[in-house]
Nanobody, 122 residues
Framework: QVQLVESGGGLVQAGGSLRLSCAAS????????MGWFRQAPGKEREFLAA????????PYADSVKGRFTISRNNAKNTVTLQLNSLKPEDTAVYYC???????????????WGQGTQVTVSS
């Protein structure tokens, strides 16, 4: 089973960009689908994007389509979420997750990172 560690969060002004990374340990990373989710205070965890093992399938939430881009590098055991055109409502803790299916449901992801805070100021 992989272990996941996110990085790259921080404080950014509205309209700015951030690049979140998720580093995975273990030799089986390439066999996992990976997802990014976020959770704002008082709100439920929200799906953002997912990517299958080869990168050929990348579903997005409508709220971030065209602004966020997910990618992965199986040689480096990393998955990345590029955040562009950030808005104050994007403020949340961002999590990466690993699972067997490339889905939008958090229930399909068995392994989670600890999260990284993204704060967007207006």
């Amino acid at each position: 089973q992989v272990q996941l560690v996110e990085s790259g969060g921080g404080l950014v002004q509205a309209g700015g960009s951030l690049r979140l990374s998720c580093a995975a340990s273990g030799r089986t990373f390439s066999s996992y689908a990976m997802g990014w989710f976020r959770q704002a205070p008082g709100k439920e965890r929200e799906f953002l994007a997912a990517i299958n093992w080869s990168g050929s399938s990348t579903p997005y939430a409508d709220s971030v389509k065209g602004r966020f881009t997910i990618s992965r590098n199986n040689a480096k055991n990393t998955v990345t979420l590029q955040l562009n055109s950030l808005k104050p409502e994007d403020t949340a803790v961002y999590y990466c997750a690993a699972g067997r299916l490339t889905t939008k449901s958090s229930h399909d992801y068995a392994v989670w990172g600890q999260g990284t805070q993204v704060t967007v100021s207006s």
